[in-house]
């Protein structure tokens, strides 16, 4: 690997921050969809307390969204949101084009995002979430 390629593994940047202790299912899907974190809190002002797989799911189908589900062994398209297991319980994070996982978590705050791995930082990937 040429240095310039570990210098832009390492100067990326997390950029998503989820504001309260359950609310990153906000911050994932305004990143995917392009909405703004405001407009889903209007819409969705439970998603401050959590957003589950069906709850997100219906919500962009309401938004005229057209939503594609993955099981987690399945291969899937990038950007993408997948809903993991963490060992405090659900989590939802943002896969970019790239491949980094932008995790809204405090505790991912200074990881850059293609170091962020799947299978090794979660207990496991529930399901994925593309378009």
Known sequence: MAMDDLVDIYSERQRLRQE??????VSV???LT??????ILHDLPEA???LSADQAIA????KGIQVHIYPSECQHPLPCAHLVQSGGGYHWVYQAVNGGIHDPSPSFEC?????????KDYVRKVLTIAF
């Open 34 to 39: 392009g909405l703004s974190r405001q407009e």
């Open 29 to 31: 899907f305004a990143e």
């Open 48 to 50: 401050v307390n959590g």
């Open 20 to 25: 309260g202790d359950m609310d990153c299912g």
């Open 59 to 62: 919500y962009l189908q309401g």
């Open 111 to 119: 990881v850059p995002p293609r170091l962020v791995n799947l299978a």
